[in-house]
Nanobody, 126 residues
Framework: QVRLVESGGGLVQSGDSLTLSCRVS????????IAWFRQAPGKEREGVSC????????WYRNAVKGRFIISKDRAKNTVFLQMNNLKSDDTAVYYC???????????????????WGKGTPVTVSS
């Protein structure tokens, strides 16, 4: 059974850092991409970052380039999203997802996401 479980969200102040985790099970993360999405109140869900199975392809949306870093730890079956210099616009529920056909592309296709986690909330106060 494919599962993705996010953790690490919380309430922080503008300029702070936070690292989200996405622990996966039920599939081989070396073969499939994992992406982070976010959905702010009243807004549509948007892709934030994506890392391919072999880590050769990494994508970030422009708004987080230079501030967010995606990485994975194979031994822990976990993908991380390190978020630095957080801004109020980063406030959202963050989700991780995987897809068995889509790839990490620029931009990340809206169709990405065969399996999703339940999300972890991030609130950045200004």
């Amino acid at each position: 059974q494919v599962r993705l479980v996010e953790s690490g969200g919380g309430l922080v102040q503008s300029g702070d850092s936070l690292t989200l985790s996405c622990r996966v099970s039920g599939f081989e993360m070396d073969y499939f991409p994992i992406a982070w999405f976010r959905q702010a109140p009243g807004k549509e869900r948007e892709g934030v970052s994506c890392i391919s199975g072999n880590e050769r392809s990494i994508w970030y949306r422009n708004a987080v380039k230079g501030r967010f870093i995606i990485s994975k730890d194979r031994a822990k079956n976990t993908v991380f999203l390190q978020m630095n210099n957080l801004k109020s616009d980063d406030t959202a529920v963050y989700y991780c997802a995987t897809d068995f056909e889509e790839r990490c592309q620029d931009p990340l296709r809206p169709a990405f996401g065969d399996y999703w986690g339940k999300g972890t909330p991030v609130t950045v106060s200004s």
